[in-house]
């Protein structure tokens, strides 16, 4: 499956976003997908995730109550919706897709990835 994320942008600290990972290749519907960040001089870390059918999420404990991911399976997209950005948020924010049965945090278990979308917040 090829990913593409989009939406990034710059924005001020308490502003939103909306990010979406377009998929194309394969039958959507039988990947889970998450959400990855990676700051500069920082290692990629875990943003959020959602299961095949959109019943289950999980999100990182620094963006809970902030972010908001779903999919729409009709349409091979995922979002995430970024409400009270801050600037820690900054970041190259990549989409990935994978074909655990359940949801899981950790990159390594993601096989598929997309070309990362740069969100800069301001302070």
């Known amino acids: 499956v090829q990913l593409q994320a989009s939406g990034g942008g710059l924005v001020q600290a308490g502003g939103s976003l909306r990010l979406s990972c377009a998929a194309s290749g394969r039958t959507f519907s039988n990947y889970i997908v998450g959400w990855f960040r990676q700051a500069p001089g920082k290692e990629r870390e875990f943003v959020s995730a959602i299961d095949k059918s959109g019943g289950r999420t999980v999100y990182a404990d620094s963006v809970k109550g902030r972010f908001t991911i779903h999919r729409d399976n009709a349409k091979n997209s995922v979002y995430l919706q970024m409400n009270s950005l801050k600037f820690e948020d900054t970041a190259v924010y990549y989409c990935?897709?994978?074909?655990?049965?359940?949801?899981?945090?950790?990159?390594?278990?993601?096989?598929?990835w997309g070309q990362g979308t740069q969100v800069t917040v301001s302070s």
């Open positions: 990935a897709a994978g074909t655990t049965r359940y949801v899981v945090v950790s990159r390594y278990e993601y096989d598929y």
